[in-house]
């Protein structure tokens, strides 16, 4: 997994109104080779909620 801070920033920079999607969450988590719990985890410290869960994964 890449460096936490860049991730956080980047989750920041990608989503500024501070949610994303269940769907979005696995395709970004995919994309960035982070597991879900790891990607759940950096939403939280990013601040962003994660809406629409579909597998009860967030």
Do not use: H, N, T, W
């Not at 460096?3 to 989750?11: G, R, V």
């Not at 597991?35 to 410290?45: K, Q, R, V």
């Amino acid at each position: 997994m890449a460096d936490k801070k860049e991730l956080i920033a980047k989750l920041q920079e990608l989503y500024p109104e501070g949610k994303i999607s269940c769907s979005e969450a696995r395709g970004i988590a995919a994309k960035l080779g982070v597991a879900l719990g790891d990607m759940g985890e950096l939403c939280d410290l990013a601040g962003i909620k994660i809406f629409a869960c579909e597998l009860g994964c967030f």
